[in-house]
C-alpha cells in the first residue's frame, strides 16, 4: 500500500466533493451545502415518497415522517463521489 498516495486520494476526492458543514464527518467543510442534505424538505417529489412507501415508511403520518428523517444520513457527497469512482471500487 501507498500510504502517501492513499492521502493524496482522499484529499483529492474530498476538495472535489467535501461533505456537508451539517455532516458529522471529521471533513465537513463549512459553507458546503448540498440540496439532497435539506432533509427537513424530503421527501420533496412524488418518486421519492412512493420509494419511502415502498420500504414501509409511513411519510403521511407526520410522527412516521419525521423518524424517516430522523434516519436518513447527511450524505450527498458520497453519491458525488460514487459517480466519479463507482460503487464497487476500493481505496
Known amino acids: 500500500r501507498e500510504s502517501r498516495l492513499a492521502k493524496d486520494m482522499q484529499q483529492y476526492f474530498l476538495s472535489l466533493a467535501p461533505p456537508d458543514e451539517r455532516s458529522s464527518a471529521a471533513a465537513a467543510k463549512e459553507g458546503v451545502r448540498y440540496f439532497h442534505n435539506d ?53
Not at 412512493?50 to 450524505?75: A, H, S
Open 39 to 91: 432533509i427537513d424538505q424530503r421527501p420533496d417529489s412524488p418518486e421519492e415518497a412512493q420509494r419511502c412507501r415502498e420500504n414501509g415508511w409511513d411519510i403521511d403520518d407526520p410522527v412516521e415522517l419525521e423518524k424517516w428523517r430522523d434516519q436518513e444520513p447527511i450524505n450527498s457527497h458520497s453519491h458525488l463521489l460514487s459517480m466519479l469512482v463507482g460503487s464497487s471500487e476500493t481505496i
